[in-house]
C-alpha cells in the first residue's frame, strides 16, 4: 500500500453536494442554512447527520456542515473552512464562546452556546452554576456529541452534564427524544444565581433547559417602571419576571401560569429571596378576559408567553393568540400603565409583532406608545447574516 493510498483509507474524501447555479450569494455573505431546493442534486443519497463540503455550481469549495435529507434545512454549515470536525475544531469554538461571555460579564449562569450564534448551529448549551444542561436539535449535532462532550468538559469542568433532548424539533430531524444526566450527579432541583436574585429550577423537567436567560436584561429594565406599580406577570413559570418587579419596588405582585409545577417553584423561589409576591396556577386567557370583567385595574402588565407559533403555516392562527392577550392586558392597563410585552416566535418578525400591536391598541380602543424596543440577552449573540438568530422580541409600551 502507498502512502497515497494509507492518507485516503485514513481519510476518505469529504462527500460533496453542489449549489444550484447563482444559489451560493446568501452562503458566501454568511447565512449558516442551505435549503433543499437550492441543491443540484437530491439530499437522498446521505445519511441524516452526514458531514459533506458544500461546493458552487462552478464547483468553489464554500463551507464544510452537516446533511439531512428528512429536513426543509437540508444542509447547516459548521466552517467555511477546510478543516476536520475534531475535538480541537469543537474546544476552539467553545472556547472562543466561553471568552465572550466573560468579556460581557456573565460569570455564574448564562446561555454558554447558543447555536448558530456560535457557529455551532443545532447546539445548545446553558451553563447553571457547575452544572451543564445540553439540547442537541439536529442529527448533525447528535452525531457529534460524542466529540462535544469532552470539549464541555475540558472548558467548564462541571460536575454533571444533562442532556434535554425533549424538543419536538427532533422529530423531523428523525430522532427521538430523551432526558438523562450523562456526567457525573445532580440534586434537582438546582439553585443559581442571575442578577443578584436566587432560583430554584428543575433541570430535568421544567420547560426547555429550565430557565429563561434570554430575558435577563429585559427583566432588568423594570427598574424604570414598576415602582410602586401594581403589577401582573402573564406565563410567569418559575417567578422571574414577578420577583425582578417585587425587587424594584412592584406592589401587590400576581404571577399566573398554568403549571402547578412552576407555581410551587415560583412560591418557593419567592421565599429564597424574602419578597412578596403571590402565585395562582390559572389558565391565562381566561383569567385575563375574567379580571377584565371584574374591572380589574393594573399599573403594569408583563407578557412573557411560550412561542404561540411552531411553523409559518401556523402564523395567523398564533397572531390571534398574541392580539387577544395583548388586548387585554392593554384594557386591564390603568392611564400611564405599562406593558411589557414579549413574542419568542421567530416567525413573527419585528414587524408583525408590531403590526398585531397596533390592532390590538385598536381593538382595546388605547393610545399606546412605544417606549422600548428590545431583543433577546447578550448571551443569545445574534448573528449578523442570519435574521433568524433574531428571534425575541421585547416592546415596553406606555397607555394614554
Known amino acids: 500500500m502507498t502512502y497515497r493510498h494509507l492518507i485516503f483509507f485514513i481519510f476518505p474524501p469529504m462527500k460533496i453536494v453542489k449549489l444550484k447555479r447563482k444559489e451560493e450569494r446568501r452562503i458566501l455573505r454568511g447565512h449558516p442554512w442551505i435549503f433543499s431546493n437550492e441543491l443540484q442534486q ?8 452526514e458531514i459533506v463540503d458544500v461546493q458552487s455550481h462552478a464547483g468553489r469549495f464554500i463551507g464544510r456542515g452537516y446533511i439531512n435529507p428528512n429536513t426543509l434545512i437540508a444542509v447547516r454549515i459548521l466552517t467555511k473552512k477546510q478543516e476536520e470536525l475534531d475535538h480541537g475544531f469543537f474546544k476552539r469554538k467553545i472556547t472562543l464562546a466561553h471568552s465572550l461571555r466573560l468579556k460581557l460579564g456573565f460569570e455564574e449562569s448564562y446561555r454558554a452556546i447558543y447555536s448558530e450564534g456560535d457557529g455551532l448551529p443545532g447546539l445548545i448549551v446553558d451553563k447553571y452554576k457547575d452544572t451543564l444542561v445540553v439540547q442537541s436539535s439536529t442529527a448533525g449535532i447528535d452525531n457529534l456529541l460524542h466529540t462535544i462532550v469532552p470539549a464541555l468538559l475540558e472548558a467548564y469542568s462541571p460536575k454533571a452534564i444533562i442532556l434535554r433532548n425533549d424538543i419536538t424539533s427532533r422529530e423531523i430531524e428523525g430522532l427521538g427524544k430523551e432526558k438523562r444526566v450523562i456526567y457525573g450527579e445532580i440534586s434537582n432541583p438546582v439553585t443559581f444565581t442571575e442578577s443578584g436574585l436566587y432560583y430554584s429550577v428543575d433541570l430535568l423537567e421544567g420547560q426547555k433547559t429550565g430557565f429563561f436567560f434570554d430575558q435577563r436584561e429585559n427583566r432588568l429594565a423594570l427598574e424604570r417602571y414598576v415602582r410602586g406599580k401594581r403589577t401582573l406577570d402573564c406565563f410567569c413559570y418559575i417567578g422571574a419576571w414577578s420577583l425582578t418587579a417585587a425587587r424594584f419596588g412592584a406592589q401587590d405582585v400576581i404571577g399566573l401560569d398554568a403549571s402547578e409545577r412552576a407555581i410551587a417553584l415560583a412560591s418557593q423561589n419567592a421565599q429564597l429571596n424574602g419578597l412578596s409576591a403571590r402565585f395562582k396556577k390559572a389558565d391565562v386567557f381566561i383569567e385575563l378576559h375574567r379580571l377584565k370583567q371584574q374591572h380589574e385595574r393594573f399599573g403594569c402588565v408583563i407578557l412573557d408567553p411560550p ?29 400611564g400603565g405599562i406593558l411589557v410585552t414579549c413574542s419568542c416566535s421567530y416567525h413573527i418578525d419585528q414587524d408583525l409583532f408590531r403590526e398585531m400591536l397596533i390592532d390590538a391598541a385598536y381593538g382595546a380602543g388605547r393610545r399606546v406608545r412605544i417606549l422600548e424596543m428590545r431583543t433577546q440577552a447578550r448571551d443569545h449573540p445574534i448573528l449578523l447574516t442570519a435574521r433568524e438568530t433574531e428571534y425575541l422580541k421585547c416592546a415596553i409600551l406606555i397607555m394614554d
Open 42 to 49: 437530491t439530499a437522498d443519497m446521505f445519511v441524516p447527520g
Open 307 to 335: 412561542a404561540f407559533v411552531k411553523s409559518r403555516t401556523k402564523i395567523r392562527e398564533a397572531l390571534k393568540g398574541y392580539k387577544e392577550i395583548n388586548l387585554c392586558a392593554m384594557q386591564l392597563l390603568e392611564q
